[in-house]
Nanobody
Framework: EVQLVESGGGLVQPGGSLRLSCEAS????????MYWLRQAPGKGLEWVSV????????DFTDSVKRRFTMSRDNTKNTVYLQMNSLKPEDTAIYYC????????RGQGTQVTVSS
């Protein structure tokens, strides 16, 4: 059974940081690109980032470039999203996924950026 379990969300003040984790199981993780997506209140699903199977390259949507980094540990079947300089507009449910459309995603973790 394929499972993606996100964790690490929470409430943070603007300018703060959070690190999200996603533990994967049930598929060939180390051979798979992995994605982070998010869904803000009242909006559609938005692609945030992608990382190659080896972890040597990651790409980001423009609104988070230079603030977010993505990494992975293939020995732990886990991907991470380090989010710095958070803004209120980063408030969303964050999902890790096996595809860029998010059709194969986890249950998500809530990130709220508010003072």
């Amino acid at each position: 059974e394929v499972q993606l379990v996100e964790s690490g969300g929470g409430l943070v003040q603007p300018g703060g940081s959070l690190r999200l984790s996603c533990e994967a199981s049930g598929f060939a993780f180390s051979s798979s690109k992995m994605y982070w997506l998010r869904q803000a209140p009242g909006k559609g699903l938005e692609w945030v980032s992608v990382i190659t199977p080896s972890g040597n390259f990651a790409d980001f949507t423009d609104s988070v470039k230079r603030r977010f980094t993505m990494s992975r540990d293939n020995t732990k079947n886990t991907v991470y999203l380090q989010m710095n300089s958070l803004k209120p507009e980063d408030t969303a449910i964050y999902y890790c996924a096996r595809d860029s459309a998010g059709e194969r995603r986890g249950q998500g973790t809530q990130v709220t950026v508010s003072s």
